[in-house]
């Protein structure tokens, strides 16, 4: 396992940061930490990357400890963190030439390459750039020299849609070089796209952890089907894991719990001039299927 955690809990406090977290990542996968912001993600990164202290348990990353052996971790490690700090008078390249020293040099060529793929402009000043510009040189910093574990928390924010396709590239290959990618979002069809297994933290608690696939059979989708004569209510009412049915005019509403294909098939009997789907809500995956692990609070 690239990332094995044993009852890891942290208290600030009295406050709650994360709590009897057991969790193992494999080697060479994407894994995505999903959660509300607030849920714990960014205590958890801090944790494994030893910036703060456990109040209990244990973080081994990489087959060491995660305190005893943090400067170990730290080399084979890219970090993206959530409050990334950089030298606001230094351009991009010197934030990055500053960076790469203190790993011992890092191939610039494949620099370029970054943030050319991420359209990073290195030449100005970082108090000059958008936070989407100071994401993207986070980005360059954490992949650069092609850790064995790339550990990103909340990596696309800020990146226009365009980047964040260029982001999700990058992962891929990242993991098909045999590099373990974990990332923490707060946005389900994010992790949908990019990860083999999500682990979901509510509330500082671990509540699943779940195969992609698994979690997407669970998604609640809210579905609007504009046909070109009154809406069939009848028609769906009776499809399995459809719900809330409703129909004004031409238009149909439902909420649909596990696979489309039954609604898309059932639609294609009639003629449609619309399909409109929502993105699954968090918080409503969250009470539908881990509602009451889900609701211990700390």
């Known amino acids: 396992m690239t990332i094995q955690t044993e009852g890891l809990t942290k208290y600030y406090g009295k406050a709650r940061g994360i709590i009897d977290v057991n969790l193992s990542v494999r080697e060479g996968e994407v894994f995505g930490f999903l959660g509300p912001n ?31 052996d943090a400067l170990k971790i ?11 700090a950089l030298y606001p008078k230094l351009t991009g390249e010197e934030n990055l030439r500053y960076l790469a020293s203190l790993r011992g040099g890092v191939d610039w060529v494949y620099v370029r390459e970054l943030a050319e793929r991420l ?15 100071r994401q993207k040189i986070g980005l360059i910093q954490a992949f650069m020299h092609k850790p064995e574990l790339l550990i990103l928390d909340e990596p696309t924010n800020g990146l226009d849609p365009l980047i964040q396709q ?9 993991t098909q070089a045999g590099q373990t990618v974990f990332l923490s979002s707060h ?60 129909a004004a005019n031409s238009h149909l509403r439902c909420t649909i719990a596990g696979p489309l294909d039954p609604v898309v098939k059932q639609a294609a009997r009639y003629t449609v001039v619309n ?23 700390a």
């Open 119 to 133: 359209d990073a402009d290195l030449s100005r000043k970082v108090k000059a750039y958008s936070s989407g510009n």
């Open 74 to 84: 730290h080399a084979r490690t890219g970090i993206l963190p959530g409050d990334l």
């Open 187 to 246: 946005n389900l069809p994010e992790v949908e796209r990019v990860c083999d297994r999500v682990g979901i933290i509510r509330e500082g608690k671990l509540v699943a952890v779940e195969e992609v696939a698994a979690l997407k059979a669970k998604a609640l989708r809210q579905i609007e089907i504009v046909f070109d004569g009154p809406a069939p209510l009848e028609a769906f009412q009776q499809i399995p894991g459809v719900r809330d049915v409703t």
């Open 275 to 297: 399909m409109i789907s929502q993105d699954p809500n968090l918080e409503d995956i969250f009470l539908a299927f881990y509602g009451r692990e889900g609701n211990n609070h």
């Open 166 to 174: 260029e982001f999700y590239a990058l992962v891929r290959e990242a």
């Open 38 to 68: 607030g849920a714990g993600k960014t205590t958890m990164i801090r944790l494994l990357m030893d910036y703060i202290r456990p109040t209990g348990g244990r973080a081994i990353v990489l087959g060491m400890d995660s305190h005893a």
